[in-house]
């Protein structure tokens, strides 16, 4: 039985004080989540304050992205010991933004999630399509390329550790959502492509997040396909009352 993830991606928003306050009505509205994980993933700026703040509840702490290298002469780059150092379990690689706004490719999703893995981080490796790319009948092999590109040099093992999410570019931020049949007919292509390279068994192991405008009103729909096992929840991840609802899906 897979433990369903749900995780809120902030991306460039919440300063540390307004983070603090957004937890904290997340923690008052928790309850008991003994069968689902929470995540939250601040700006790097917010991550230890907000570390301190988690510690010892039921949120575990993401960060947003890391470098592949442990240490050197990379301005404005972030290690993976360093994340750890400051209370990390989780750290989103690969996400659409990422790859579009900053140049990440294939091959360096890859070196990310890797060197993540080293250091004892659990990678969220996002994976997805662009609107001409679905129209055009490529989704499922932009996307499972995707999956085996990020997943080169990752042993059986390691995998157990990394959870995939699925977001279909046209819909991250845009409020257009794919509906359940296709992100589930999506997802299944994910495990198919997992249990080609690491065997059924493996692949009925890993958890696959939906993400793309994940809201209140479409999580319970989303969240009972049988091969969606969370959520990567941006814009209804950054007011407690819409993440709170997300958490507590039917």
Not at 65 to 88: K, N
Not at 120 to 139: F, N, T
Not at 186 to 206: F, K, N, P, S
């Amino acid at each position: 039985m897979r433990t369903p993830i749900i995780a809120g991606n902030w991306k460039m928003y919440k300063t540390v004080a307004e983070g603090r306050e957004l937890v904290a009505g997340l923690l008052a509205g928790l309850g008991q989540v003994a069968d689902r994980e929470v995540v939250v993933c601040p700006p790097y700026t917010a991550l230890y304050a907000i570390g301190e703040q988690v510690a010892g509840t039921p949120i575990t702490l993401g960060a947003q992205e890391v470098f592949s290298e442990s240490q050197g002469a990379f301005t404005g780059a972030v290690a993976p010991q360093m994340l750890r150092d400051v209370g990390c379990t989780y750290v989103i690689v690969g996400h659409s933004e990422r790859r579009q706004i900053f140049g990440d490719t294939d091959a360096t999703v890859n070196r990310k999630l890797r060197a993540a893995l080293d250091f004892s981080l659990r990678p969220i490796m996002c994976v997805g399509e662009s609107k001409p790319q679905r129209d055009s009948g490529q989704a499922e092999a932009i996307v499972t390329g995707q999956v085996r590109a990020g997943l080169v040099d990752v042993t059986a093992t390691q995998l157990l550790n990394v959870v995939l999410a699925y977001e279909p570019i046209w819909a991250i931020g845009t409020g257009d959502t794919a509906t359940a049949a296709d992100a589930q007919a999506m997802h299944a292509a994910i495990r198919a492509t997992l249990a080609e390279l690491y065997g059924d068994a493996v692949a009925q192991t890993v958890r696959i997040q939906y993400g793309g405008s994940v809201k209140p009103d479409n999580v319970d729909e989303l969240m009972s396909q049988t091969d969606i096992d969370g959520a990567l929840v941006g814009g209804a991840s950054l007011k407690a009352d819409s993440f709170l609802r997300i958490i507590h899906f039917q």
